[in-house]
C-alpha cells in the first residue's frame, strides 16, 4: 500500500511525501519558500529526478516543486486512479463515409480524468467516441493500432507495413485514411508514403497533437476532428499532413506530404508549408481549397504501392571547418547515398571535395539541398558550385533536405544505376520540386519591425 502510494518517486522526494504522509493521487495543498500550491500529486517516471514532486495544478498544468522548498504538505483527500475509458457505441450510418483511422504511437485522442488527474488513453472507436463525439458526425470510424512506438523510432518496417495496410484499405472502398502519428518525425513519414502510395484516389490524412490531453491548450481533439473531417468529406486525395494553423483554436492547414515540415518545438502551429502555399484551410464548418492543382478524389480502387527502401543512405548537414573524413567514413561504412545540407545555393568547404570525388568515384549518389530550406540548389552561379557538380553531386533543387533523403531512400531501394537514379530523383511526383516558389511561399516575421507590427495588429492573436 505504501509502495503504491510512492510510485515513481525515490530517495529525497520519497521521504518528503513519508514525512507528510502523502502520496500519488493526494489532493494536497504544499507550502513552499516560493508560494503555496494546490493541486494533485501525479506519479514521476523511473529515469526522473528525486528532488521535485509533481502536482497537476486545479488548471491542468503540471509542475515540479523543488523539494528543498517545501516547508509543510496537508492532505485534503485522495483520488482513486480509473484507467479505462468509459465506452460508448460509435453509432453507424449507411449514408455516411467509412473511414479508417491507424495509430502508429502515443494517443491519437485521449481525455483527463479530473476527478484522478490521469490522462486516459482512447484508440478503439468506443473509447474515441467517448472522448470525441463529434467524430459520429463525419463518419462511420473503423480503428487500427498498428504500432506503439514514439515518432523518432518509426523506420522503413514502419513505413512498409503502413503504405501496404494503405494499399488494401483502398482496395476494400475505404473512404478516406487517418493515420495517427508523433509530430516530431510526421513530416518525414509524409514524405516517405508520398513515393511509397502513389495517386490514392481517397484522401490520406496525417495528424497528431503538439500538446497532451492533460493541458488546457491540447490540440488533439480539434486536430482529430478535422483530419476526420477531410478524410471523410474532402476531394485532396493525397498524402497530407493535417494540424493547427495559427496557435488559436481557429482553423488547421492541410500540408502536401512533401513541402511540409515541423518547424517549431511547441508551438500547435508548428507546421508549416515551405516554399510554397498551403493545400487547405479546415475549420468546423467546412475544408476551404488554397489552390487547385492537387489530385482529386476518385470512385476508382486503383493506387501504385510501391514500398522501395534502401536504408543504406544518410543525411549530412554541412558546416564551416567540416572535415572530410565525414565523408570518407561514411562511404567505409557502405552508405550507398548522401545528402547534403548545404550552405547557400548548394555550397561545402574544398577541403572535403577529395572526400566527395572518392565517394562518387565508389558509385556513391550524392544530391546537394540547401539547408536555408527556402529556395532552390543553384550550382551554376558561382565557381564553387560547378566545381562540386564536377565532383559528381547532383542538385536536387528544391526539395526539402528530409524530403531529398526520403526519396534517396526509396529510389536506391529499386535501382542503382546513376542515370536511372538521377532521372527518378529529379522527376517530381507530388511538387518535391516545384518550377518555381510563388511570392507568398517564402515568410519570415520579425518582430518589432514597423511593418510587421502593423499587421499583426490587424489579425488575431
Known sequence: MVEDRLKGYRNISRDVLSK????????????????????????????????????????????????????NITEHGRREVQYKIAEQEFPTDPNKPNITLFGTGGTIASRLDYRTGAVIPAFSPGELYGSV???????????????????ENMG??????????????IAKGVDGIVIGHGTDTMHHTAAILTFMVQNPPIP??????QRSSDRPSSDAALNLIK????????????????????????????????????????YRSAFRTIGDIPLAMVDLDGIHELRDDYHRRRDDREVSINTAFEEKVTMVYYYPNMKPDIIDAIVEKGYRGIVIAGTGLGHINKPIYEAVKRATDKGVHVYM???????????YVYETGREIMELGVVPAANMLPEVAYMKLCWTLGQTDDRD??????????????????????YLIFQGAIPEVQEFLRTIKR
Not at 35 to 58: C, N, Q, Y
Not at 370 to 378: D, I, N, P
Open 156 to 169: 522503413p518496417e514502419q513505413y512498409i507495413k503502413l503504405a501496404e495496410k494503405i494499399g488494401e484499405e
Open 420 to 441: 536511372e537514379v538521377r532521372r527518378i530523383m529529379l522527376t517530381p511526383i507530388s511538387d518535391e520540386i516545384t518550377d518555381r516558389e510563388p511570392y507568398n511561399g
Open 369 to 379: 539541398t540547401v539547408q536555408t530550406l527556402w529556395g532552390y540548389v543553384q550550382m
Open 20 to 71: 507528510y504522509k502523502v502520496g500519488i493521487w493526494s489532493d494536497v495543498e504544499i507550502e513552499a519558500t516560493n508560494g503555496r500550491f494546490r493541486g494533485l500529486i501525479l506519479p514521476r517516471s523511473e529515469t526522473a529526478d528525486d528532488a521535485h514532486i509533481v502536482i497537476k495544478l486545479i488548471t491542468g498544468y503540471n509542475i515540479g516543486i523543488a523539494t528543498a522548498t517545501i516547508t
Open 227 to 266: 483530419a476526420v473531417k477531410v478524410a471523410a468529406e474532402g476531394d485532396i486525395a493525397e498524402i497530407l499532413v493535417c494540424m493547427y494553423g495559427p496557435t488559436s483554436d481557429q482553423y488547421d492547414l492541410l500540408h502536401r506530404g512533401t513541402r511540409v515540415r515541423k518547424m517549431h518545438s511547441s
Open 133 to 151: 463525439p463529434e467524430l459520429a458526425d463525419a463518419c462511420n470510424l473503423r480503428t487500427e493500432k498498428l504500432y506503439g512506438v514514439f515518432s
Open 204 to 209: 490520406i490524412v496525417m495528424v497528431g497533437s
